[in-house]
C-alpha cells in the first residue's frame, strides 16, 4: 500500500474504530496480542444494539475481533484473521469453565467496503447468508469469522450503520446519517464525550477537502462548516467563562 492510500485508509479506519464501533459497542482499539499481532478494535457488543441487525445474536457474550478494510479483503489480510482468531481462540479455551461464566467464544467481524470476490470464489470458505452483503465461516464457536461487504448490504434502512462504519462520509446523506445515528444512541456522558470529539476531529477533516469535492452539495458544505463554526463558538464561549470565574475568586 502506498503511502498516500495507507493515510487515506488510517483515516477511514480510525473513523470506524473511534466512531462506527463506539455507537455499538464497548471498544478497545489497536489492540496487541502477541509481537506482531494488533487487531483494529476488540469490542464487547452491547446487548440492547440493533446496529449489528441479525448479526448481534452471534455477537454478544464474546470478545469480537473487528478488521476494516476501506477497500477489500486479500488473500494475504485473511491469513492475518485467521492467526488473529487462533491466538484469541487459544487464550479463550485456557481458561476453565468456571471462569468464563456466559462468555462465549471470540469470534471475527471483517468490515470491508467492497465485495472480496476472490475470497468469496474459494469454495466451502465462506457460506452465504439470506443477506447478499454478509457471509459466514463455521462453526462460531471454534474460530468463526462474519464478512461483511458494506457497500453491497441491501436498500435498508436498518443497515445504515454498516454503511457508514468503513468510510468517512463522502455525501451529504452520509453525513446526515451519521448524525442521526449519533442522536438515536443511548451513550453515557464519557463515551458521548469521546464520541463527539472524534467525530468532529474526522469532519474537520472532511472540512478541509471540502473545495476539491464536487460531489459534496453547496447545502452540504453550508451545513458542515456551519456545525463547525459554532462548536468553535462554544468552546470559546466556555473558555471565556471559566476564565472570568477565575478571575472574580482571585
Not at 478497545?28 to 457488543?45: G, P
Not at 471483517?110 to 466451502?124: A, I
Not at 447468508?129 to 462453526?139: A, S
Request: proline share 4%; hydrophobic share 35%; net charge positive.
Amino acid at each position: 500500500m502506498g503511502a498516500k492510500n495507507k493515510k487515506i485508509h488510517n483515516r477511514h479506519e480510525r473513523w470506524c474504530t473511534n466512531f462506527a464501533l463506539q455507537l455499538s459497542c464497548d471498544v478497545k482499539t489497536s489492540v496487541v496480542l502477541r509481537q506482531h499481532l494488533e487487531v483494529d478494535a476488540l469490542v464487547r457488543v452491547i446487548p440492547t444494539t440493533e446496529l449489528w441487525c441479525e448479526l448481534t445474536h452471534d455477537l454478544v457474550q464474546r470478545d469480537v475481533i473487528v478488521e476494516h478494510f476501506s477497500g477489500s479483503v486479500s488473500r494475504a489480510a485473511y491469513g492475518n484473521c485467521l492467526a488473529k482468531t487462533g491466538h484469541l481462540l487459544q487464550t479463550f479455551e485456557k481458561v476453565t469453565l468456571k471462569e468464563r461464566g456466559d462468555l462465549r467464544a471470540p469470534i471475527l467481524v471483517m468490515l470491508s467496503y467492497q465485495r472480496p470476490d476472490r475470497l468469496l470464489r474459494e469454495k466451502g470458505l465462506f457460506e452465504e447468508t439470506e443477506n447478499p452483503g454478509i457471509w459466514k465461516r463455521r462453526p462460531l464457536n471454534l474460530g468463526g469469522m462474519y464478512l461483511v461487504a458494506t457497500s453491497h448490504l441491501p436498500d435498508d434502512g436498518i443497515y445504515d450503520w454498516m454503511r457508514v462504519s468503513t468510510r468517512l462520509p463522502e455525501t451529504s446523506e452520509e453525513f446526515r446519517t451519521a448524525m442521526r445515528l449519533m442522536h438515536e444512541q443511548k451513550l453515557s456522558k464519557l463515551k458521548e464525550k469521546r464520541w463527539r470529539r472524534s467525530l468532529w476531529n474526522s469532519l474537520s477533516m472532511a472540512n478541509r477537502r471540502l473545495n476539491s469535492r464536487p460531489n459534496w452539495p453547496k447545502n452540504a458544505r453550508c451545513e458542515l462548516k456551519s456545525k463547525l463554526s459554532t462548536r468553535k463558538s462554544k468552546r470559546s464561549a466556555q473558555k471565556s467563562g471559566r476564565n472570568s470565574r477565575k478571575r472574580s475568586k482571585v
